[in-house]
């Protein structure tokens, strides 16, 4: 009879380790089920087809050296640049850029919307004013973007004086700013690629008026007499503690005589080798960052 009791308690064992198991499957498949609607969804955002989380972090991060201190504009997401085509507008056309622009901005408008339910992106959103730099864009998209697209005489005028303003700057700027700081903040991964698109195709507009944007991606060093070097923070950047907490773990490895790129609060506008506009880099200041 030992056998059979052996055989009892050894059955006795596998059944509680089943019962206890049960509830980690279910949580398991749950998780899963959550992360292939996340997947899925951005897979639709972006044009691709990625088929895990690692798959879709490698697409950002080509995404990413597309867009870096470039002035090309980055290539269009495919699901946007086929509705582009249903439409009958030509890709690399004006046209193509104010109407992938227009979406853009919509998608932007929308979302930022919605996540102001999320604690974490409602306080950045706050502190960078996102949505209020991107609804004053969207009221001027018909005077001035539209008229691009129909080949007003004075439409490249009009473009050109809102590079100039500042109109579009927190557009350009936002993808790296996001990739930067903020990948890990619930809500980023809904608006980042609507965010690549909208500064892609004002890149791809300027581009068609002989306009290069400079932009340098924070976190880069750069020489401390640089002209273009700024210690004002403009945006505040320093009173994000997600911010300030992975400036302050950079910080320590930039070389000899060299500063801290945090922001590029105004990029730069070159036409040629003319510098139309100079660009302001937000450098890293000790004495203010140390003291927020």
């Not at 979406?103 to 502190?127: G, I, K, M, Y």
């Not at 965010?195 to 306009?211: F, H, K, M, T, V």
């Not at 950079?250 to 506009?277: E, W």
Request: glycine letters at 6%; charged letters at 20%; one cysteine or more.
């Amino acid at each position: 009879m030992p056998t059979l009791a052996i055989f009892t308690t050894g059955l006795i064992i596998i059944v509680l380790f089943i019962v206890a198991a049960v509830p980690f499957y279910l949580h398991a498949r749950k998780h899963a089920r959550a992360v292939k609607v996340h997947l899925d969804q951005v897979n639709r955002d972006l044009g691709t087809n990625a088929a895990s989380l690692e798959d879709l972090r490698k697409v950002i991060k080509s995404r990413s050296a597309q867009v870096s201190g470039e002035s090309t504009p980055p290539a269009v997401p495919r699901a946007v640049a086929d509705t582009a085509k249903q439409s009958g507008v030509e890709p690399g056309t004006a046209g193509f850029y104010v109407k992938t622009l227009g979406d853009a901005v919509l998608t932007l408008v929308d979302r930022l919307a919605a996540l102001q339910s999320v604690p974490e992106f409602a306080e950045l959103d706050s502190q960078l004013e996102l949505g209020e730099r991107i609804i004053e864009f969207s009221e001027s998209y018909d005077r001035i973007i539209k008229p691009l697209g129909g080949g007003a005489a004075d439409a490249a005028d009009g473009f050109e004086r809102a590079l100039l303003d500042g109109s579009f700057d927190a557009l350009i700027t936002l993808p790296t700013l996001l990739r930067s700081y903020f990948l890990q903040t619930p809500g980023t991964a809904a608006i980042l690629a609507a965010a690549e698109l909208a500064a892609g195709s004002i890149r791809g507009l300027a581009d068609q008026q002989g306009i290069e944007i400079d932009t340098v991606a924070p976190l880069t060093a750069i020489p401390q007499n640089d002209p273009r070097a700024d210690p004002n923070d403009r945006r505040g950047l320093r009173h994000l503690p997600v911010v300030a907490e992975i400036v302050r773990r950079q910080v320590i490895s930039v070389p000899p005589n060299h500063a801290l790129v945090v922001d590029c609060a105004i990029p730069g506008l070159r036409r040629g080798s003319r510098v139309v506009r100079p660009s302001r880099l937000t450098i890293y200041n000790h004495a203010s960052w140390v003291s927020s």
